[in-house]
């Protein structure tokens, strides 16, 4: 009698446990998460708050580029691992994008302008006033862009994607071989269809022009040949027709 008690009183402790078990997202630890097949699933294995949340703190989102966010594994705004990471003329700090210059202590013989480190700009009359590779525009001594008769092209994106497309890597060689040859200085604009909001839309529009940089980059590009810029969707190629929104995911590319 007293081993049939014992033994009904084990399994009422162990109906009892898997009463109380939360449902899931719903946890009161860890195991919880890890023991739900949903849970797995999902990549949802830390209890946060009484829910199966990503993460807990950054580590637990397996990569340094991404950093935990009320429960959610994000990546890393401006997240570099080097110089060619970052856009323009900034450099990585901390794993960061950074502007190139604080003040002009940063910039040797040049200034630092609005994060940049310019060279000072030389008055002129005439191109004799000017150093060799340089021509006088405007009373100023300014970089020569040499004319080859190339054109750059616009690349387009999938929704809700910065990813390079296969066909367009063709057009990306082309634009780099342009602004190799033309000792370009061009900017990569950024933008997107008005699909979202204007915030996420500027986020993704910066996204896809430092996409379209790095691989210009890895095709030699000097990286004092271009800056980057994003417009979301504040200026569409076009407002309406069947192809609009495919026509808006783009990078442009414009002289400086």
Do not use: W
């Amino acid at each position: 009698m007293q081993r049939k008690l014992g033994f009904l009183s084990l399994l009422l402790v162990i109906m009892t446990a898997f009463a109380c078990s939360p449902k899931y997202p719903k946890c009161d630890t860890d195991d919880h998460c890890k023991s739900n097949d949903k849970g797995v699933e999902d990549n949802k294995l830390f209890c946060v708050n009484g829910l199966c949340q990503q993460c807990k703190i950054d580590t637990d989102c397996g990569d340094p580029s991404f950093e935990c966010n009320a429960g959610a594994c994000d990546a890393i705004p401006e997240y570099c691992t080097s110089v060619d990471d970052c856009p323009g003329n900034q450099k990585c700090l901390n794993n960061r994008c950074a502007p190139e210059c604080a003040d002009d202590s940063e910039c040797g013989s040049g200034k630092c302008s609005a994060g940049a480190c310019v060279e000072e700009t030389q008055q002129c009359a005439g191109d004799a006033d000017c150093p060799d590779g340089t021509i006088c525009k405007d009373g100023v001594c300014t970089s020569q862009s040499v004319s080859t008769g190339c054109s750059l092209e616009n690349v387009l994106f999938e929704y809700d994607a910065s990813g390079i497309r296969s066909v367009d890597k063709t057009t990306l060689q082309s634009n780099a071989e342009c602004i190799k040859s033309g000792n370009l200085q061009v900017r990569i604009e950024g933008h997107a269809d008005e699909t979202g909001s204007n915030e996420y839309n500027m986020s993704l529009g910066e996204k896809r022009a430092r996409a379209v940089y790095k691989y210009l980059r890895q095709l030699g590009v000097p990286k004092a040949s271009m800056t980057t810029i994003t417009y979301g969707e504040e200026k569409p190629a076009c407002n309406s027709g069947s192809n609009c929104d495919s026509e808006n995911r783009r990078v442009e590319f414009q002289l400086r």
